[in-house]
């Protein structure tokens, strides 16, 4: 009977740590994507401040977008804080952005992560409409209980996109 009695109790600890895990992570998750959303708004609405508060400020810091026309790199704060003041004060006139994040992929490693997902900003200028496909790719990391990012890598899909196999 004891033991039976420490097997049940036993289960149930594990039970609960698991589940405890599992929305701990949900938890992360959750603060993880707002943290993207809030710079995803601030880029919108040319907020400098909200832009520069996405990212951990540091030399090691990188911003990479990948594009038909060749690469843009942002090595270090200095140049990425450089990239943002640029687009707080881009002339936005008569042009009408949105961009919708979508098809997340979090993994988190502690006080780590790394989230892949969709772009799809949609520029509209004088009634015409245009949709750039994009994929990111984030290195966040949590300090002091706060989402950073330290990486952000940007490319566009091609327009026809060839599959390839890789065989072993």
Not at 114 to 125: E, G
Request: with cysteine; hydrophobic share 40%.
């Amino acid at each position: 009977m004891k033991k039976l009695l420490f097997a049940l109790l036993g289960f149930s600890l594990l039970a609960g740590v698991c589940c405890q895990d599992e929305s701990g992570f949900e938890k992360e998750k959750k603060a993880i994507i707002a943290v993207i959303e809030k710079e995803k708004v601030a880029y919108f609405q040319q907020d400098l401040a909200g832009m520069d508060d996405s990212w951990i400020q540091d030399p090691s810091s990188h911003k990479f977008f990948l594009t038909p026309h060749g690469m843009t790199e942002l090595i270090g704060w200095t140049d990425i804080h450089q990239h943002n003041i640029e687009e707080s004060q881009r002339q936005r006139n008569g042009i009408e952005e949105t961009t919708q994040y979508e098809n997340y992929t979090i993994n988190v490693y502690g006080n780590t992560a790394v989230v892949f997902h969709d772009s799809n900003h949609t520029i509209k200028i004088q009634e015409e409409e245009n949709l750039l496909k994009m994929r990111r790719i984030l290195h966040m990391v949590k300090i002091a209980d706060e989402w950073k990012i330290d990486l952000m890598v940007m490319y566009f899909h091609p327009e026809n996109p060839k599959v390839q196999q890789i065989e072993e």
